[in-house]
Nanobody
Framework: EVQLVESGGGEVQPGGSLRLSCVAS????????IGWFRQAPGKEREGVAC????????YYGSSVKGRFTILLDNAKTTAYLQMDSLKPEDTAVYYC????????????????WGKGTPVTVSS
């Protein structure tokens, strides 16, 4: 069974950093895309970052470019989201998701989702 388990969420002050982890297991593909989405109360879900296991290509949402970095440990099938220079508007529940193709991140939706980990940025 496919499982995506997020961890690392919490409270942090503006300008601070946080590192989220997503441990994936049971993925049915040799190559895959894994990424992060977030949803704040009253707002639609937003794509944050995505990475391809085949070539390491990365993709970022415009609001986090230059501040967030997605990394993938292929051996551990674990994706990380390094979040720096955090702002109050980054407050949201962050979800890890995966699909066979990067296109799912942009166009048709990821196949598998984790339960999410909350991030709160406030002073």
């Amino acid at each position: 069974e496919v499982q995506l388990v997020e961890s690392g969420g919490g409270e942090v002050q503006p300008g601070g950093s946080l590192r989220l982890s997503c441990v994936a297991s049971g993925l049915p593909w040799d190559d895959y895309a894994i990424g992060w989405f977030r949803q704040a109360p009253g707002k639609e879900r937003e794509g944050v970052a995505c990475i391809s296991s085949s070539d390491g290509s990365t993709y970022y949402g415009s609001s986090v470019k230059g501040r967030f970095t997605i990394l993938l440990d292929n051996a551990k099938t674990t994706a990380y989201l390094q979040m720096d220079s955090l702002k109050p508007e980054d407050t949201a529940v962050y979800y890890c998701a995966s699909d066979q193709y990067v296109a799912a991140y942009y166009y048709y939706g990821m196949s598998y989702w984790g339960k999410g980990t909350p991030v709160t940025v406030s002073s």
